[in-house]
């Protein structure tokens, strides 16, 4: 009997493990917010620690980005809000942990943003590499993400917030530290150079924190091709990972019904959990210098709090569906200029009503996800 007993712990606890969903968002800038004073408040507008009501929501992880050296940032990507150095993340990582949730940590391999359009390889980095050969670039490239990699993990180790999922490049379907390691999953140049710079960072994650689940993450959810010849690559590199990485955003990907088709194809051709590390929808355009029509994508959901709460509901309902995902996270929730401004542009795909300071709708949509 005894036996048996054991056995049907095992079982129980293997099905907890399985069963274990994350639920959180890109909090990267929550501190600059606070320092400005800036009021989060609940759906019926209390004002609450911004932990607490994300807490409320159900929400158990957090995800942060790092850069090497946002000071070498252009001017126009700092008042977007790139300001994220190892000092700013520390701080930021340990409040995460002091509040309970589990930590992401996402390299970001430059000094600004790192996205399918550009990786610029970080100024000092380029400045090292500048006249070298090819093969010499490559060696001193890899150096540094292992370096910087290892140094950054070490320290969030030390200060007691070890992250628990580590991204290894951010939005990477056309590789990182450009131009040395620009690829294309239809052609082979540059691979070489990319599954190095991945094994770098990979070998950093598991020597410093070995208990961490590494992350992969590209952006091309919209074309499976594409995702299937990217992680094929990975595969036939034998890179070491844990988890697929997918940024998914309407008006971009396709529809949630078309991600569901995707979603099932890595479970068919890949052993491996996926995160959807990235989403978010507009519920407004105001003050938003990248859209010129107030109605601009709004045949995908209506640009208001009702239309950002039917797109965060279909993405649930659906997610629910697919046991191989683990993880959703919103990108950017804490977006809240109802205080001191603290971006130039307004970006409207927050979870707080940038005039009111209130949480939206889809907030409470999110927490059906677990």
Known sequence: MKKYLILLATLVCAINIHAQKYLGGDISLLPTYQQNGTEFKTGDGKTLCPYKIFTQAGWNAMRVRLFVDPSRAPQANKDEGVCQDIAYVTSLCKQIK??????????????????????????AWAEAVDGKSREEQIRILADSVYRHTATA???????????????????????????????????????????????????????TCPKAQIIIHTEHAQEWNTTERYYARLAAGKIDYDVIGLSYYPMWHGTVRHLGTVLDSIKTVFNKPVMIVETAFYYS?????????????????????????RFTEEL??????????????????????????????????????????KALPAMEELKKFR
Not at 98 to 121: E, N
Not at 180 to 197: E, I, M, R, S, V
Not at 318 to 327: K, S
């Open 98 to 123: 002091k509040h309970g949730f589990k930590l992401m940590l996402d390299f970001h391999y430059s000094d600004t943003w790192a996205d399918p359009g550009k990786q610029f390889t970080p100024a």
């Open 285 to 309: 355009h105001k003050n938003d210098k990248w859209v010129q029509d107030p109605n601009q994508n709004g045949d995908i959901y209506p640009i208001s709090a009702e239309g950002q709460r």
């Open 153 to 207: 993990l070490e320290v969030l180790k030390r200060e007691g917030a070890t992250p628990d999922f580590i991204q290894v490049g951010n939005e990477i379907t056309f590789g990182t530290l450009w131009p040395t390691g620009k690829t294309d999953p239809y052609n082979d140049t540059n691979w070489d150079a990319l599954l190095t710079f991945l094994r770098a960072g990979v070998k950093a994650c598991r020597e």
């Open 316 to 357: 649930v309902t659906m997610l629910r569906r697919h046991d191989n995902v683990t993880g959703l996270f919103w990108w950017f929730p804490e977006e809240n200029e109802s205080g001191k401004p603290v971006i130039k542009s307004w970006i409207n795909r927050g979870l707080f009503d940038n005039e009111t300071g």
